[in-house]
Structures are given as structure tokens and as C-alpha cells.
């Protein structure tokens, strides 16, 4: 399989912890496809069934983001993100209509724009810091984006009978999502990506 659109991203390549698929090619792959789904599945799976009862609101991202940076740093692709942002909303989605899980509408909502959002932030980004930016501006994005569907849900009254009100919920969750969401940016980039560049990709650049 080959398109222009999901080519590689040089500095999602360079930057990588891990072990890529890739390899600088710029043929795409099904095993790379099968990754980037795989992450978008672990993503939903995370944020529907990991519950850590933190009682923060917007803490729910810090699940949703490790398994996407996780795809992009084996499968540095341009668009990679959108492709797990589809996968991650279609589980999710599946998950609610058969019934085995109870998805709300913020996580669904991160679920669906995280991926677009990664690719939009990342897409001119080399590596470094701005990697790390670019992850954390996803994240808050991301975030923001659940915030304001929750918000708005509240507003209507479709929010649960044990929610709290939408005045006294309000002042806390404008703050933790927005940290949150910076913060599972940031989390995720540093363990997957690198901040400074190694002596090895140095010396490729030299030679």
C-alpha cells in the first residue's frame, strides 16, 4: 500500500524510543496499518475499562494518549494519528451499542479528535522539544474539545443523576482538563520520543 499522505515523518523517525516499522521507507505497509488500528483499539479500551479513581476531571486523556504516541512512535506515519483517532471512536462506539461499557460523551469525543489533532500539532514538528509540544497542544486540544461536550451535556440536563451541577463542577474542571491534557501530552512524548537527539542520528547527519 503506498500514498503520499501517509508518509514518513522524519521527525517522528528520528525521534523515536522505540523499534519502527517504518524503517524510512515510504511504502505503507499492513502490518503498519494493523499497528495503528491496534493502538486506536487500546486507546478506547483504556479509557473505557482503566479506571484509576482519581475524582479529577479530565483525567481520563492520560489513558487515550500513551497508546497513540505509542503508534506513532513505532509507526511514524503522517496522517497515522487520524487513522487511530478512526479506529479509537469506531470501538468506542461499538463498545456502547453492544452494551459492554458505558463510554461518555467527553471520552468519546477525546477519543475521536486526539488523532486528527496529534497529526495537525506534529505535522511540520522535528524532533525535541517541539515533538513535546506538539503533544501536548494535542492533548489540551483534545481535552478542551471534552470539556466543552461535557459542559454542554450538563447544560441540557443529559448529564447522569449523580453528576454534579454544571456551576459547581464547572470552576474545578476548566482548570484539571487543561492540565491534564498538557500534562498526558507531555507524559506520552517523553516516554516514547526522545528531547535530544542521539549520538548516532548526529553522525548519520554528518556523514
Not at 468506542?92 to 461499557?101: R, V
Not at 458505558?102 to 477525546?110: D, E, K, M
Not at 440536563?157 to 474542571?173: N, Y
Request: hydrophobic share 55%; aromatic share 6%.
Amino acid at each position: 500500500m503506498h500514498t503520499a499522505a501517509m508518509s514518513v515523518h522524519a521527525g517522528l523517525a528520528q525521534g523515536t524510543r522505540l523499534p519502527s516499522l517504518a524503517h524510512g521507507r515510504q511504502r505503507l505497509h499492513k502490518a503498519e496499518v494493523a499497528f495503528l488500528v491496534g493502538a486506536g483499539v487500546a486507546a478506547a479500551l483504556a479509557t473505557t475499562f482503566l479506571e484509576w479513581r482519581l475524582r479529577i476531571p479530565g483525567h481520563a486523556i492520560l489513558r487515550a494518549v500513551f497508546p497513540m504516541a505509542l503508534g506513532l512512535a513505532v509507526v511514524p506515519r503522517r496522517m497515522g494519528g487520524s487513522l487511530m483517532g478512526l479506529s479509537a471512536a469506531g470501538s468506542a462506539t461499538l463498545l456502547q451499542a453492544a452494551g459492554a461499557a458505558t463510554v461518555g460523551l467527553g471520552a468519546i469525543t477525546s477519543l475521536t479528535v486526539l488523532g486528527p489533532l496529534l497529526d495537525a500539532a506534529l505535522w511540520r514538528a522535528p524532533r525535541g522539544w517541539r515533538l513535546y509540544a506538539g503533544f501536548a497542544l494535542a492533548g489540551l486540544g483534545a481535552n478542551l474539545a471534552a470539556l466543552g461536550v461535557r459542559a454542554g451535556a450538563k447544560a441540557i440536563g443529559l448529564d447522569h443523576l449523580a453528576a454534579r451541577p454544571l456551576a459547581e463542577w464547572w470552576l474545578q474542571a476548566a482548570v484539571s482538563y487543561a492540565l491534564c491534557g498538557l500534562l498526558a501530552g507531555l507524559l506520552s512524548a517523553a516516554v516514547c520520543f526522545r528531547l535530544a537527539e542521539s549520538a548516532r542520528t548526529r553522525a548519520e547527519e554528518r556523514a
